[in-house]
């Protein structure tokens, strides 16, 4: 028995050895489809964790206009200072210097759009958290100060969620469609590879036929070939995976770029089963392959 | 040991390959399958190891139909019976050990079992000083050889040999029908299939004559005519 597993793996070896570029290529392709397959799955946790912190704290903003006076602003902080207790849980006054700086942050980058703005042109804004968190209630508050003097709008940070939200689905969704299409291109790679490692051993497979080796210890080397292919493929992902949800879910949920993003991120538990799936799909996606190379370009 | 009956093999229906063939071969039988190229030899051979189904008729080995066999059973089938061909089919980039190894390998012969009967097989085809050379190296005589080795290692009941001698000129091809009659006084059957008249005539063993498909010969001790 140990005699046959070392055999077979013997073969394996060999196998992968002669054709290790395109090996290489298919282990790629499995991990980079597997990479943004499980990247779709992270950014859809982590919106869901984000909305459901949000449920219990919903904010609005009042902004002011760029040119509003000292009076309308004190005449809007005398409403809540009046309404804080009953119908206002807290609030917090950012002024323009304050946005300004939060503004500069967000588009650090974009230095000529810097260019073109200036503190002057900040809208001051009042950030509101109602004692009632019921979507109605919020809306019905925050409409009063819509017709005040000074008022430009009244952002409802259920919007912004709801914004956040679809366009993070929209993300999810995209990088869902191209991890499985490549994750249909990987099973064509690995059907690929197999198919010309039994071809440039054609000679030796003849000769097991011949001599009557099973269709089994024919077959595995091929199949362990494929599943290898699989895996590591996943296994490479893996790290991708954590380097996303680091690097692009972390950082973004403590920005405090409006705090919007609080709680976008993703709990250990959930990066632990969403790896595993990874693993499973890559295995799944390596035996499907292989099963369909054998049966179709092994003829035994 | 072989029973063809009404064996009629059909590639595509206006040319049958093999025509109502029937023919009984004892234990320990050498039997000659002669006739020109296309007249259906390779084709009775391939019937016998099950590479081919016949269209209708029936097909015994070792006193069992091979025709219903499940395909996860042929190559326990494959394990009684061993084949040579005209082109020796060795693997290029093994050596004559290792060629002859690989038809124990791949039915899972343990390793004190492989170490032991290559070297005794070689010595019997007279290769024990070559076994470490690659077949590249060798001369045609010498691959076949190599690959009756191959074929008897595992001590078949039945050998199948198609043109062996083929590509061999005729004092190769005597030393290699010394070989064969050899391990066939050693009990194993022997059907080949052969062009070569001046082998069948020497040795006088049973023939079997093929024309289009259809058996016209069966004779003991037959030349060929």
């Known amino acids: ?300 | 040991m072989i029973k063809l009956e009404n064996v009629t093999k059909e590639y595509n229906p206006t040319s049958p390959a093999l025509i109502d063939a029937s023919v009984d071969i004892e234990k320990g039988e050498f039997v000659f399958l002669i006739g020109q190229s296309g007249s259906g030899k390779s084709t009775f051979i391939r019937l016998l190891n099950r590479e081919e189904k016949p269209t209708t008729g029936n097909v015994y080995v070792a006193g069992k139909d091979i025709v219903g066999l499940s395909s996860w059973r042929v190559p326990f089938l494959r394990r009684n019976i061993g084949c040579i061909f005209q082109d020796y089919r060795l693997l290029p980039k093994r050596n004559v050990a290792e060629n002859v190894a690989f038809a124990l390998e791949v039915i899972g012969r343990p390793k004190h079992v492989i170490e032991q009967q290559v070297p005794a097989i070689l010595d019997l085809v007279g290769l024990s000083e070559k076994s470490h050379r690659l077949p590249a190296e060798l001369s045609g005589g010498e691959q076949q050889r190599v690959s009756i080795a191959r074929a008897f290692v595992n001590r078949p009941l039945i050998l199948l040999a198609d043109e062996p001698t083929g590509n061999l000129d005729p004092d190769t091809a005597v030393g290699i029908m010394r070989l064969l009659d050899r391990i066939n006084r050693t009990g194993t059957t022997v059907v080949m299939a052969t062009h070569d008249r001046g082998i069948v005539d020497t040795m006088r063993r049973r023939v079997i004559e093929l024309v289009d498909g259809r058996i016209v010969r069966d004779q003991a001790e037959g030349e060929y005519r």
């Open chain 1, 1 to 300: 028995m140990i005699q046959k597993i070392r055999f077979l793996l013997a073969e394996t070896g060999q196998n992968i050895w002669r054709n290790l570029a395109l090996t290489l290529a298919s282990i790629i392709v499995v991990g980079v489809s597997l990479s943004l397959f499980g990247s779709s799955q992270l950014v859809a946790r982590g919106v869901d964790n984000a909305t459901r912190r949000w449920e219990g704290g919903i904010e609005f903003v009042v902004f002011m206009r760029a040119d509003a006076e000292q009076s309308q602003l004190d005449a809007i902080e005398a409403v809540l200072d009046e309404s804080t207790g009953n119908e206002i849980d807290s609030w917090v006054f950012v002024d323009k210097a304050q946005t300004f700086d939060e503004f500069k942050e967000y588009f650090a980058g974009d230095q000529e759009l810097l260019d073109t703005i200036s503190v002057d042109t900040m809208p001051p804004s009042f950030r509101i958290r109602p004692t009632d968190p019921n979507a109605g209630a919020v809306e019905a508050l925050g409409s009063t100060f819509e017709a005040k003097p000074g008022v430009r709008t009244v952002v409802f940070a259920t919007e912004v969620i709801r914004e956040i939200q679809s366009n993070a689905e929209k993300i999810s969704r995209a990088t869902l469609w191209a991890g499985v299409t490549l994750l249909f291109a990987s099973t064509i790679m690995i059907l690929t590879t197999l198919s010309i490692a039994i071809a440039s051993r054609r000679n030796e497979i003849e000769i097991m036929k011949l001599v009557g080796a099973s269709n089994w210890f024919i077959r595995i080397p091929f199949m362990i070939e494929g599943m290898i292919q699989g895996v590591i493929g996943a296994l490479i992902a893996l790290p991708g995976l954590a380097i996303v949800r680091t690097y692009l879910i972390e950082d973004f949920s403590k920005s405090d770029v409006l705090r919007l993003l609080e709680g976008f991120r993703v709990t250990d538990a959930e990066f632990l089963f969403i790896s595993l799936g990874v693993l499973g799909i890559g295995t799944l996606v390596a035996t499907i392959g292989s099963i369909f190379a054998v049966s179709r370009y092994l003829d035994v």
